[in-house]
């Protein structure tokens, strides 16, 4: 029946995306001036507080705009910014960005056992899942299925996205786009703390 659910999950995310035709990585790229500021000309922000947009997929991306757009994911920091983009103008944005090679990322020695083990096995007392299940075991994701490559990305970004998810699997104030099945509140809600920092510099360090 789970199986069942995910697939419908993702078929759902399909329809979503649908009403944009593919995007144009050129078009895109003039639409993204204003954007720099904050991710970078390339997608590669160079503060850890803001996402590198570079790579992450393009499906994952033009999900993650019009959430944001239409308000499903709400984040400050981007409001106003896409009002008024249509769906093909959000599929040029996201061909754009998917289409720049991520830059790197360092994991802190320290957390490396930890975060190694959480990315690689879950959490298994506590029914957290592997990381590696859909974003692969080296980070790169899975384009086709909307899930996002993230090696390299910011830790900082990743530990607040993890425990926005956390806090959303109780509370609507937390992150909740992740859909019907909940698959990233269910694995954040059984993450500590220090799981999540350690996971976080781990998944940054991955090439």
Request: one cysteine or more; proline letters at 5%; hydrophobic letters at 40%.
């Amino acid at each position: 029946m789970k199986k069942v659910v995910i697939l419908a999950s993702l078929i759902l995310g399909w329809t979503q995306v649908a009403s944009a035709q593919p995007g144009d990585a050129a078009a895109g790229k003039e639409m993204t001036a204003v954007c720099a500021a904050c991710h970078g000309a390339d997608g590669n922000s160079a503060a850890p507080t803001f996402p590198k947009l570079a790579g992450l997929g393009e499906k994952y991306l033009l999900k993650q705009l019009m959430d944001i757009r239409d308000g499903a994911r709400p984040v400050p920091t981007m409001v106003g910014q896409l009002d008024g983009k249509s769906d093909q103008e959000l599929a040029n944005i996201a061909a754009f960005y998917a289409s720049q090679p991520r830059s790197g990322g360092q994991t802190d020695p320290a957390l490396l056992a930890l975060g190694e083990k959480v990315y690689r096995s879950g959490v298994a007392e506590r029914n957290v899942a592997a990381c590696t299940a859909c974003h692969s075991p080296n980070g790169q994701g899975n384009a086709p299925a909307g899930f996002p490559a993230l090696a390299g990305q910011h830790a900082d970004y990743i530990s607040a996205q993890l425990k926005a998810y956390r806090m959303g699997y109780e509370d609507e104030a937390g992150r909740t786009n992740d859909g019907d099945t909940m698959i990233m509140r269910t694995t954040a809600f059984g993450l500590s703390d220090k799981e999540i920092e350690a996971v976080s510099s781990y998944i940054s360090g991955l090439k």
